[in-house]
Structure formats: C-alpha cells, structure tokens
C-alpha cells in the first residue's frame, strides 16, 4: 500500500478552525476543522492508508469509512496538497510559466501600499526626510509592515546620497525555499513604473554557483521583504537596475564562500547593497508563552553589526538557538562580509523601533542602519 504524504504547507488557526495556504500558489486556500487537519498530519509519508485511518480512530473514536477516505485522498491529490507526481509536475509547470512571465506582478500594492502612482508618491515623499545625506556602501532597512514602519523605512533611505547604477536586493524568505539562496531573474513591476532586473550581473552570479539559483523562483512570488524595497528604489533611483537575492540557510563557511563569490561580481560596479531584515519576534504569535522586551539583544546584535562583525553577531544568535528569533541571521552575514570586500569600515543606527501587536501580546522589532 501507497503512504501518502502532505507536502509543505502553511497552517494558520482561524477561529475554532485552520485555514491551510499553498506557499508556492499553486493550490487554492481552504478552510478545515480540527478533525480534518489531524488526518492530514498523519499522512506523514511513513503509513499506510490502513495505519492512517486506525491512527486516525485511536485519537477520534471515528472509523473512516473507505469510501470517505478515497473521497479525502482524491480531494487532497486533486488540489496538488499530496506530494506525488501530480504535485511536482504542477510545480514544475508553475516555475516554468512564472520565468516565462518576465516580469514580476506587484502582490502587495493596494493593501501594503498604495497601488495608484501620485499616492504612492505623495506617500513616499512626505516620509523620506530631506536630512543631512552620507555616502553609504549599503543600508539595512526592515520588511516590517509599509503602514506601521514607514517613518523607519524614510529616515533611512533619506540618510544615503548614493546613486547607484545597481541596487542588490539581500532578503529573507517567508515561504518554502529549498537552496540556501536564490536570485529572481524577473523584472519588477511597481506603481512606479518598472524595476529593470540587471541582466549582465543576474547571468554572472548565475554563472558562478552550482546550483540552479533559479530554482526557488516561486518564494518571490508573495516575498515581502523583496518587493517593499522596490518602490522606494523606484522612487529614489528610478534609472537603476535591481538584483533580488534571498539567502535562506547555511553555516558560515558556506555563507563565507557565496559572499566571497558575490563580491567578485559586485566589484568595480557602482552598487548600492540593501539589507531587507526585521529584528525580534517574540510573544504568543511567535510560539513565547508571553512576550517580553527583546531590546537588549536587539541593542549588542546592532552592536556588532555597526563593527561589522559577522562572524560574532553569527555567533550571538546561534549560541542560544536565536531565541528572540532575529530573521537577519544569514542575510546580515552575507550583507556584512560583501560590505567589507567592497571597502566598508563603519556602520550606524538611524533608528529602532518596537511594534507591540495587543492582540496577540507579539512584538517585532526592527531598525534602519547606514553602512559607509
């Protein structure tokens, strides 16, 4: 007999209910009780049709008929949430159909941000200061919510007087990414106008690296921490090109080598290098059994960050599992190690925050940063 396996999936409660989200997009979001999603964790791949539904009966007291789990199974093979043939060849035909494209809709206009041009710009505008200006290397700036951390986002970005031809894109990913870091190819549609993708450099990293840097195309799709950037690149650079990059995983040798290989392309080319991260998670939403103030690890990872110490504020997080749940972990180090290949010496803080959600007792923090 088959064991049937359910693929990745992203699970949020609602209500007394779930709601059950495809991270790739490729099958639609349902709705399901308790009862149903406790079936679906024991389709882990290791029983059979036969254990599933005596697994299922020990912890319900419900005996599944074998009419009604057929109709289950063929329901969940139908919208791709098994991981079978029928799931990878719509995941192939997704990347293949999403590269095809070659331009990269917006996901969050008109929800995150205005999706109409003047607004757009009014908005942006009103908060990107007209300070005292330092030529910078790169920037950190969050991911954080357009609505609640947008003065974060305009006191940083008004900092930096640079005028790149090229802006590199370092995020995180929120979704289901399989290689350690990624590249998307695709240009960037915005209410702007669009962010023209840096071909010559894209084909170059691309050439560089083993791995097929294309293969998480998918995680850009809804990915946040890439596109927020975009609007304020437009606005401020309008003329210059972009290299998305998100770097997901991996320990500091390899971290080491793709950094390395990175400033060799970077290198000799007018580049403004972005940080895309958040800070702390903490709280109810985040697992924590009540939130707590995270500023103090906050405040010795920023520490290390302006000293542009990667391997430390590596170690920092590491040492205790990141326990405030810092997301900048891999994508601070890679930041870091290009900055000082390319000649940077000095970071320095421009702002934090800390957003407490009541609803949830959660908060996140985040900061904005110039490097020079």
Request: charged content about 30%; glycine content about 6%; aromatic content about 12%.
């Amino acid at each position: 007999m088959k064991c049937p396996r359910i693929r990745f999936l992203n699970i949020q409660p609602f209500g007394s209910n779930f709601i059950i989200e495809d991270p790739y997009g490729i099958s639609e979001t349902i709705l399901v009780k308790p009862s149903f999603l406790l079936l679906l964790s024991l389709m882990d791949g290791t029983k059979n049709d036969t254990e599933i539904k005596a697994e299922y009966f020990r912890k319900t007291g419900v005996l599944l008929k074998d009419e009604e789990y057929r109709e289950i199974l063929n329901f969940l093979k139908e919208r791709g949430f098994l991981e079978d043939e029928n799931f990878f060849e719509k995941l192939k035909l997704k990347r293949k159909e999403m590269l095809l494209k070659k331009i990269k809709e917006p996901f969050h206009a008109g929800i995150a941000y205005p999706a109409e041009k003047e607004k757009l710009k009014e908005l942006l505008q009103k908060h990107i200061l007209n300070q005292h200006k330092e030529s910078v290397l790169g920037i950190l700036v969050p991911h954080m919510d357009l609505r609640i951390a947008l003065p974060t986002y305009g006191k940083t970005y008004g900092m930096s007087s640079a005028q790149p031809e090229t802006v590199v894109i370092l995020g995180v990913s929120h979704y289901l990414h399989e290689t350690p870091f990624s590249v998307c190819p695709l240009h960037y549609k915005t209410p702007l106008g669009i962010a023209e993708t840096d071909e010559e450099i894209i084909k170059e990293i691309k050439n560089t690296f083993d791995h097929d840097v294309f293969h998480d195309i998918l995680s850009y799709e809804k990915e946040h921490s890439i596109e927020f950037q975009m609007i304020f690149i437009k606005y401020l650079f309008p003329k210059a090109k972009v290299v998305p990059i998100i770097i997901s995983y991996g320990d500091e040798n390899f971290l080491k080598v793709v950094s390395e290989r990175l400033s060799r392309v970077f290198e000799k080319r007018n580049i403004l290098l972005i940080s895309s991260v958040d800070l702390s998670h903490v709280g109810k939403k985040f697992g924590d059994r009540v939130s707590y103030d995270p500023s103090k690890r906050d405040k010795d990872y920023i520490q290390l960050l302006s000293n542009l110490d990667s391997y430390e504020s590596f170690h920092l997080l590491n040492s205790d599992g990141n326990r405030t749940r810092i997301d900048g972990q891999f994508t601070n180090f890679v930041f870091l190690e290009i900055l000082k290949n390319l000649g940077a010496s000095k970071g320095k803080e421009i702002d934090y925050q800390i957003y407490y959600e009541k609803e949830t007792d959660s908060i996140v923090t985040y900061c904005g940063m110039i490097f020079r």
